[in-house]
């Protein structure tokens, strides 16, 4: 089968114009027999490029413009190649690019997704090991990449590649959107910021008594529980916050969710639970940080759900969320697999 290869790009996760274009130019170069890294645009616009669907050549690229347009484009390219290619779709930008990327394949038999880190974030990238954001931002050894089988967190009608929270976590998510996307050049710039701005955010939800203590019904399997829950967090990867690991043991081809709830406890013990949370020390608070693994988890509340799917934030009165083993395919670059730092897993 002919394949093909889309290249969608977030410019907002690049400091300056150059840099995308640079990233256009490794593109063009690999294709059109350009010599490496020669600069084919000024650093001062990025270049007009053809309509993904006017684009008959083996690739195209496209520069994203608002979040999910990746949905729209994705499906608009399959539609010019009517099936008949292999079409690999690359995610450059961080964790909602890859989101938007996922949910424009899913359910295509004849797409790939490859991840090309320039994020802040990058959870899910990680799974395949730390350190690896230079090589992964290769044009050409995405291109060469072979694939390895991943599973998918499949929550309402969207698909999530990393993680699923719900709680103070995806409260505090939304509480610091604007803050990003006012400074997100700042963010950028000095990395530590996006730490910090989490941080900052958990810190004033934990005193929300309503957010920090929710009362939910959850269904885990055939387990019926009632609480009241600080969160819920669902991995299906072990990334978290860019360097950080909550589950270190979650790996994303094994069929599973790892859940982890925090129970409702007093704001003092809340805020000394969350570093250890953030750096996967759960173990360390049996009583208070419960792991589960599982295929499914079904949660209700009287109160609004406050949900953030691999970041992304939204509100529902009850969800259902389980894992859909080995949905999409991944460019694994170098030939890795994917890595898993924990424990080895017991059914």
Partial sequence: MEKKHLFIINP?????????????????SYFEGAPQGASFYSSDAIPDLPDVGAF??????????????AIIIIRKYMA?????????????????????????????PNA???????GSGNDFARSFGEGLVKEMRKIEAQINAPTVPADIIHCGTNYALNSCSIGIEA????????????????????????????????????????ASGQHYRITVDDEKIEDNLALIYLANGRGYGADKVVIPEAVPDDGRLDMLTITKTSTLKTLRLLPDYM?????????????????????????????????????DT????????????????????????????GE
């Avoid at 790939?112 to 320039?118: G, K, N, R, S, T």
Wanted: aromatic share 10%.
């Fill in 279 to 315: 750096k996967g020390n759960y173990k360390k608070h049996p009583s208070e940080m419960i792991y589960r693994r599982v295929k499914g988890v079904s949660v209700t509340s009287d109160t609004p759900l406050c949900i953030a799917l691999d970041g992304e934030v939204f509100f």
């Fill in 112 to 118: 790939e997704l490859a991840l090309v880190p320039y």
């Fill in 12 to 28: 907002l996760s690049f400091l300056r114009v150059k840099d995308i274009n640079r990233v256009i130019a490794e593109i063009i």
């Fill in 318 to 345: 009850s969800l259902t969320i389980d894992i859909v083993p080995q949905a999409v395919r991944i460019a694994a670059v170098g030939g890795r697999t994917f890595q898993n730092s924990g424990a080895a897993h």
């Fill in 56 to 69: 008959k050549g083996p690739y195209a690229i496209h520069i994203s413009r608002f979040p999910r347009d």
């Fill in 171 to 210: 409260v505090a998510i939304r509480k610091i959107h604007k803050t990003q996307k006012r400074f997100w050049k700042l963010r950028r710039k000095y990395s530590f910021l996006n730490g910090l701005l989490y941080t900052l955010s958990g810190i004033a939800v934990a005193f929300d008594q309503e």
């Fill in 80 to 108: 010019v190649t009517a099936g008949k290619a292999l079409v690999r779709v690359y995610s450059i930008g961080g964790d909602g690019m890859a989101f938007g990327c996922l949910n424009g394949i899913v359910g295509l």
